[in-house]
Antibody, heavy 120, light 108 residues
Framework: EVQLVQSGAEVKKPGESLKISCQGS????????IGWVRQMPGKGLECIGI????????RYSPSFQGQVTISADKSISTAYLQWSSLKASDTAMYYC?????????????WGQGTLVTVSS | EIVMTQSPVTLSVSPGERATLSCRAS??????LAWYQQKPGQAPRLLIY???TRATGIPARFSGSGSGTEFTLTISSLQSEDFAVYYCQQYNNWPPLTFGGGTKVEIK
């Protein structure tokens, strides 16, 4: 069974750094794109960016470029999303999700989500 | 950036009835469109990709249609477990991959 398991909820202060993770299992992690999606409280879905763990090819959505860093370590089947200086507006649920293959990028399955709360 | 617009924002339907959800793209996305279902407190789940191909394990009462800029998700006979928020997502031009704002299907 293909599974993505994300790290646990985080509570941080503005200005702090953070790295959350997403570990894949049940498939060849290096060979499938992984995406990160933000969902702010009570709002819709926004794609942050995607990474191909095999060669770390990363594509960011323009509105998130420079705000976050996506990385992956294929040796431990884990993708990461990190911030160097959090803001209150980064408070959201963050999902990772795998593209199952084929032309284009859609997501299946999704991780369970990591809730990030940034508050002073 | 391609903007995806979903309508209506909220759809009130009785169990057993048909639900029709719409998704419009600001420019053609060909058939490069996916639909997701999200229940409260859960991650989204893929329903449809390629505008009309059901994902593995998705019941046949879910169907997708359309191409270009106009798309429809139809739930032929709503079951209690289908009350949720539904999102469309285009993947024709990316980055960025873009989602619609969602349609909430609620019990009438």
């Amino acid at each position: 069974e293909v599974q993505l398991v994300q790290s646990g909820a985080e509570v941080k202060k503005p200005g702090e750094s953070l790295k959350i993770s997403c570990q894949g299992s049940g498939y060849s992690f290096a060979n499938y794109w992984i995406g990160w999606v933000r969902q702010m409280p009570g709002k819709g879905l926004e794609c942050i960016g995607i990474i191909y763990p095999g060669d770390s090819d990363t594509r960011y959505s323009p509105s998130f470029q420079g705000q976050v860093t996506i990385s992956a370590d294929k040796s431990i089947s884990t993708a990461y999303l990190q911030w160097s200086s959090l803001k209150a507006s980064d408070t959201a649920m963050y999902y990772c999700a795998r593209h199952p293959g084929g032309t284009g990028v859609w997501f299946d399955p999704w991780g369970q989500g990591t809730l990030v709360t940034v508050s002073s | 950036e391609i903007v995806m617009t979903q309508s209506p924002v909220t759809l009130s339907v009785s169990p057993g009835e048909r639900a029709t959800l719409s998704c419009r793209a600001s420019q053609s996305v060909s058939s490069n469109l996916a639909w997701y279902q999200q229940k409260p407190g859960q991650a989204p789940r893929l329903l449809i990709y390629g505008a009309s191909t059901r994902a593995t394990g998705i019941p046949a009462r879910f169907s997708g249609s359309g191409s270009g800029t106009e798309f429809t998700l139809t739930i032929s006979s709503l079951q209690s477990e289908d009350f949720a928020v539904y999102y469309c997502q285009q993947y024709n031009n990316w980055p960025p991959l873009t989602f619609g704002g969602g349609t909430k299907v609620e019990i009438k």
